[in-house]
């Protein structure tokens, strides 16, 4: 999975917040292109077409890829390199393995680990849990302007933010705490 690209530019002076300025890869979604879904607060894994499970995870510069790391992505501006790595080995793999009893049907592509042991379970479902992206939550009223965006965002603090889903593989995101930082910094 490729780093998605958040919807508005970050500060450079500040990586925490958002300008106004639209970052070039995601114009399509204020064109009014694409679906926006929930974003799920988790850890991303992957079910690849072998059946073989992977984990999301970032080496950073100077740091050793653990064994049997893919990698997908470089970032030019942080060094981190973006890639999978075999789930059994992850930091997450007992959760992943209760999450995973409980999944009806194993399809390939991509879902977010979600749960208790999980970034302190934002989601607040008890339980581990795979959420497949390709099911999400759809929104049908979430604005395409930055001030209705923030607004909007902000009046949702129960979803970790929307990512818009283009149909030709495109995606965007942009997170409830971009809108909290924003309001902090007016």
Not at 85 to 95: D, G, L, R
Not at 131 to 157: I, K, N, Q, S
Not at 176 to 181: E, G, I, M, S, T
């Amino acid at each position: 999975m490729r780093k998605i690209p958040t919807l508005f530019r970050r500060d450079p002076e500040d990586l925490r917040r958002v300008t106004r300025e639209v970052h070039p890869a995601c114009q399509w979604v204020l064109d009014g292109q694409g679906v926006p879904t929930r974003k799920y607060d988790g850890t991303c894994v992957r079910l690849d077409e072998s059946g073989e499970w992977w984990a999301r995870r970032e080496v950073k510069p100077g740091k050793s890829a653990p064994a049997g790391f893919e990698a997908v992505q470089t970032d030019p501006e942080t060094g981190k390199t973006v890639g999978w790595e075999p789930v059994a080995q992850s930091a997450f793999a007992k959760f992943f393995d209760e999450a995973r009893d409980g999944l009806v049907g194993e399809v390939p592509g991509t879902y977010e680990l979600c749960g208790p042991k999980v970034n302190g379970d934002p989601e607040q479902l008890g339980v581990h849990r795979l959420v497949r992206h390709a099911t999400a939550e759809e929104f049908g009223d979430v604005p395409r302007d930055f001030d209705g965006l923030m607004t909007w965002l902000l009046a949702h603090p129960e979803f970790e933010g929307v990512v818009w889903h283009h149909r030709d593989g495109r995606m965007a995101k942009l997170k409830h705490r971009d809108a909290a930082a924003v309001t902090t910094a007016s």
